[in-house]
């Protein structure tokens, strides 16, 4: 009977703690990361009896967590994944709020500012007019400034964010660690008590909430947590001991974050945060935040250059050039949080172009002009070549080239308008080589003639020529007023009056210059003879031809040989050559004449080297400013590949093109061009010089006539004696070039990807728009994946009472039934007592 009471007590202990593991499940099935645990119930040992054994009843072995690892695992991190829209989501609406509002955002503001300009366009003389565009230029770079403002609120609560969201990480890995110095007590997982180990997973996933980790368990149930790429980087908790992260701001971007692991220790940086509130927030900053305020700084400085470029090259009611319009406070170029508006006098706007055109009241034809001005931009050269360019004197500017004996020329490069008393000497030159200087236009201006092969390889665009420039030696070697613009051009030796600086001795300071007549002296020829004779004609002195020159005639004969020329003139008109002690010739000017210089050119036979036979060298000079950009070349016409040898010299480059255009007023007359076409000349009123003349073209409704940058678009085709005069506009206050220029900024595609400025911020205003809606998506995504990931957990882990109440009656019943064993074998053993 003592086995039958054993049997029923050991299963009433076994089910009576079954019971007890199943009403602590009940009791937890709200307690949030409660593992559910099931007992394990096991037969006892059994007795043998005689050949066979039996039974001995069971026992209680352990309770066990239902409790998978992985299952786990891809809860947290599916919980991660999720956490992460929500901020992400949050903060780009916000965005969206603030940069698609009517009250801050910038589309209103540049709508208002462009139709202001459009309405002083209208009237540019209006005082009201300039006044309201100043208004809304202001209020435009006010908006700037209120959005930049927004965007760092925006930046500095996201920093808060992440800082408090990283302050909780390290609260949490130093509560792990501490929890993992009380798992360090127990060798197995199985030893410890289940309390720990559901404290440990509820710390996982709430630090899941903030960063996706990776873990690793030891045996004992203890976590390793990590960051990083892989397990053994970026850990955050090891054994008892926890890192704290830290965030800094970047030092190579102060717009970016760095995580550091351990800063005061061993310092390890975190890779990017992907995840997790933290992860979420990084996103927003990194990917949506950055780049817009990026792009408004950027389409601030497009702005700012592209309305100032208009509105400085405009003239203002005074008269004067207009300046920056919009500007930056000093130390913060280029930041829309720093866009400010400079002008603050409404007579300062520029609305009026610096040139005009007017027509002609007697115009046969209907056609109305327009004006504007850009840049050009031209192959070939664009300054002197090489070494000539650092010329300026006392500097002297040398270069040497190869001349092609199939090009039959050398560049020596563009003198640019504005260029100051230039002179470039052609050092020991061949009789077949020349200086030859040409307009972009082709205007033929000094040198010599120019076979037609050459003209064609000299009027490429490559070289610098305008586009169906064609070629013309009309003003060939001109000079005075038969000369292009008046220019004085010339190619030879050439002598200037010249001023004495002198001081007073009796006060020591200096008195006024005194001017000493023109002298010419060449190089000592050697032998004291020239080399080579000289063709009647060949030679000039001061416009009058010489006569022929034998070779090995002597210095002596090379001095009566220029003054019997001088027969006729007066004496303030000659000239005098003469033989220095030093076999040098010298030609000087009478010592009363103290205006004329001298001039020992070439005529049209004439060559440089014949100069070099008188010991001369031959020099382009150009006295005064250059008047236009003119290209130089060095021909040789020897058919050889040859050397040539220039130097340079000049005062200065003052002013530019667009300056000069300024000061040149131009005709633009409409005459009868060939096989019944229509042509149009250019024509410098001052000088009436003809700069160009090109063919109209008829195919347009709206012909374009081009000059050095200079633009006149035609309502309709003109008629021949039609003509329109384009001038500085000096005194064209009501003139609204400029602003109608501001009004086309509009809608030029000034912007990256060919897009206007408005377009290109609602552009960005999308793409942020775009982030959001990809964010609600991937939220309602990951929204129906977490819920997979916790019905699996739950599944596993979680308690369902309907479970639990089935196996409470069933365990109620096992209870029962030992029970009743236990009492019938008491009363089995009553009965035996009871036998007499």
Known sequence: MSDLL???????TAYQRALATVSNNIANVSTDGYTRQDVSLVANQPAQVGGGYIGTGARFDSVKRQYDAFVNANLRNSNSDLQS????????????????????????????????????????????????????????AARFRELASQFQLLDTETRQAVDTNVGQVNSLTTQLAQLNRQLAKEASESGQPSELLDQRDRLLGELSNLVAVKTKFAPNGAVLVSVGDTIDQGVLVSGIKSRDITVQTSSSDPTKLDFILDVYGDPETIPYFTSGKVGGTMSFRDQVLTPASDALDNLAAVVVKQVNAIHSDGLDAEGKLGGDLFGFTAGAEGKASAMQLVVQDANRVAAAGQFRVIDDPLNSGSAQARISYASPSYAGPTGLSGS?????RPQLGEETWRIDGALQYASAGLVQAGTQDLTLTLQTPTDTQQIQVLTRDGRHLAGSALTSQLQARLMQASNGMETGATYNATMLNA??????????????????????????SATGQLQAPV?????????????????????????????????????????SDVAAWINNSQTGLSANAKVTASVTSSGQLQIQRAASNLTDDIRLGLGSAGKPSDLKTLGFDTSLSIKGASKDDLLVFITDTSGNNTAVNVTSTFTGVEGTMKQLLRES?????FVAGSSGGLDYKIVDTASNTELARRAVDLSVPNPIISYRGLRVELSTQPKAGDKFTIDGNRDGIGNNEAMLRMVNLENDKVMPGGLTMTESYIERVNQVGNVAQQASIAQQALEVVHEQAKQTRDGISGVSLDEEASALVRYQQAYQANARVMQTSISL???ILQVR
Do not use: K
């Not at 916000?94 to 139709?115: C, E, H, K």
């Not at 000539?388 to 300026?392: D, E, F, H, R, S």
């Not at 007023?665 to 007359?669: A, D, E, F, G, H």
């Open 515 to 555: 001017p000493t007549a023109a002298v010419l002296t060449g190089a000592a020829l050697s032998g004291g003879v020239t080399a080579s004779a000289i063709a009647s004609g060949a030679v000039t002195i001061n416009g009058v031809a010489l006569g022929a020159l034998a070779a090995g005639s002597s210095l």
């Open 6 to 12: 054993s049997i029923g007590s050991s299963g009433v």
């Open 479 to 504: 000079t005075g007023s038969a000369a292009y613009m008046d220019m004085d051009i010339f190619i030879g030796a050439r002598a200037d009056v010249q001023q004495i600086q002198s001081f007073n």
């Open 388 to 392: 000539l360019a650092l010329g300026l």
């Open 665 to 669: 007023p131009l005709q633009v007359q």
């Open 85 to 140: 829209q929500a901020p992400l989501l949050s903060y780009v609406n916000r965005l969206i709020d603030v940069m698609g509002g009517d009250s801050i955002g910038l589309t209103m503001a540049m709508n208002r500012f462009f139709q202001s300009a459009r309405e002083l366009s209208t009237d540019p003389a209006s005082v009201v007019s300039r006044t309201l565009f100043l208004r809304d230029a202001d209020g435009l």
């Open 829 to 831: 053993f009553d009965t």
